[in-house]
């Protein structure tokens, strides 16, 4: 069975960092593309950005591109998403998401439960 | 950016209702669009990928079209448990693009 599990969301301060993880399980971790989405207070879904499955090529959304990096360690089968500088405008569920089909990019047809941040002082 | 527009942002519809949500691309994006089912506390939950395939373990009630730039989920007929917060989502070309979503309610 295919498990996503985040951690590493809470209560941090503006301008603060801050990295989140996903450990995956119940599939072969470096054959996937993995993203990373969020839901914001107000229901809006965003794309944050997604990794190649040996983590050689990322993409972002413009607007986070420069403050988000997307990374993982296929070793230890784990996702990472580090936030710097964060704002008010990141609080939001974060989630980690699997394409479905190995070696590819696309839809998310696996996703785990989220991780919430709350950026706030 | 792709922008997709949904329609109708909400709507309420009885037992047994058959539903239609419409999702709309500002450009072409052939079939790379999928919809997904939101429950509070829940992931979301993928329900179709490349425009009119069913994914995994959906019930046989919903279905998805497309008409040139418009995308349609539809449940044939209503169900308590259908209501939810359904989103489309864009992957033909980065930055990947998520509607506002359509809140379904039982009348």
């Known amino acids: 069975e295919v498990q996503l599990v985040e951690s590493g969301g809470g209560l941090v301060q503006p301008g603060a960092s801050l990295k989140l993880s996903c450990v995956a399980s119940g599939f072969t971790f470096s054959d996937y593309w993995m993203s990373w989405v969020r839901q914001t207070p107000g229901k809006t879904m965003e794309w944050i950005g997604d990794i190649k499955y040996d983590g050689s090529y990322t993409n972002y959304a413009p607007s986070l591109k420069n403050r988000f990096t997307i990374s993982r360690d296929n070793a230890k089968s784990t996702l990472y998403l580090q936030m710097s500088n964060v704002r008010s405008e990141d609080t939001a569920t974060y989630y980690c998401t699997r394409a479905r089909i190995r070696g590819t990019t696309g839809w998310f047809a696996y996703w785990g439960q989220g991780t919430l941040v709350t950026v706030s002082s | 950016d792709i922008q997709l527009t949904q329609s109708p942002s909400s709507m309420s519809a009885s037992l047994g209702d058959r539903v239609s949500l419409t999702c709309q691309s500002s450009q072409g994006i052939g079939n790379y669009l999928s919809w997904y089912q939101h429950k509070p506390g829940k992931p979301p939950k993928p329900m179709i990928y490349?425009?009119?395939n069913l994914a995994d373990g959906v019930p046989s009630r919903f279905s998805g079209s497309r008409s040139g730039s418009d995308y349609s989920l539809t449940i044939s007929s209503l169900e308590s448990e259908d209501t939810a917060i359904y989103y489309c989502l864009q992957y033909d070309e980065y930055p990947y693009t998520f509607g506002a979503g359509t809140k379904l309610e039982l009348k």
């Open positions: 490349y425009a009119t």
